[in-house]
């Protein structure tokens, strides 16, 4: 399945249901070819946009979906919208999903130790059919070739990355083909969701596109990365003006 892409700021956001995306994740999975997806909020654009190498990062992925509903927004003002937006928690429960079912392979690799060892015990627990074939924390040498070769070893068909923004992307384009397989997607701060350490927003927040608030106001030390949001929204306002 091929995507239409929307180009938001120079991130290629692919044209896509939560379905439809999942669907292009199982078909990766079951062809044993390596995936890479970026799930991109209005911070992560400021980001590509502010650091060039990133951005080149950034569009090296297969798939880039819309994790946040400033993107949607942004999508509709410039008048290429997009179908709704695919959250990034969801995307990793909906391949939780996929793999327990089909009993797939799934490596996490990041968070601390503590963090990423509750996260792998409640997928075992909510996810029984998953098998685990490797659990590691966030603070390793970057330049540590064995972690490669370890994840190689393992043959997953999941590699779900928690090294923060940026840094987990890098790491993805530097080392999946390698691997050769595996569908591999930045999960960010979703292993402390599953481990129990930070609560997702309420329904009716997300329903009201106010997760980020919430997120906010329960956290209040993400204020200075909050920022991107209103630079976001003005470079989006300028670009509308502009019309380019």
Not at 168 to 182: D, F, K, S
């Amino acid at each position: 399945m091929s995507f239409q892409t929307v180009h938001i700021l120079g991130v290629p956001f692919v044209r896509a249901t939560m379905d439809e995306v999942v669907s292009v994740i199982h078909a990766h999975v079951k062809q044993q070819k390596p995936c890479f997806i970026v799930t991109a909020n209005p911070e992560i654009v400021m980001k590509a946009n502010e650091e060039p190498t990133y951005m080149e990062t950034i569009q090296q992925a297969d798939y880039v979906v819309a994790d946040g509903i400033g993107v949607v927004k942004a999508a509709e003002w410039l008048g290429t919208p997009l179908p709704e937006r695919v959250a990034g928690y969801d995307v990793l429960c909906r391949c939780l999903q996929l793999a327990d079912e089909h009993q797939y392979r799934v490596y996490m690799i990041g968070a601390k130790e503590e963090v990423v060892q509750a996260a792998a015990q409640h997928i075992r627990h909510r996810y029984p059919n998953v098998r685990l074939v490797g659990v590691r924390n966030g603070y390793f040498d970057w330049n540590d070739k064995t972690i490669v070769e370890e994840v190689k070893q393992a043959a997953p068909d999941f590699v779900f990355v928690a090294l923060g923004m940026g840094k987990q992307e890098q790491w993805i384009a530097e080392h999946m083909h390698t691997v050769g397989r595996g569908v591999w997607m930045g999960v960010g701060g979703s292993f402390d969701v599953l481990a129990g350490v930070v609560k997702r927003a309420p329904e009716l927040w997300i329903r009201l596109n106010l997760e980020w608030l919430y997120r906010l106001a329960k956290q209040p030390t993400r204020a200075k990365r909050m920022l991107a949001l209103p630079r976001f929204a003005w470079t989006i306002l300028k670009q509308k003006v502009v019309g380019k």
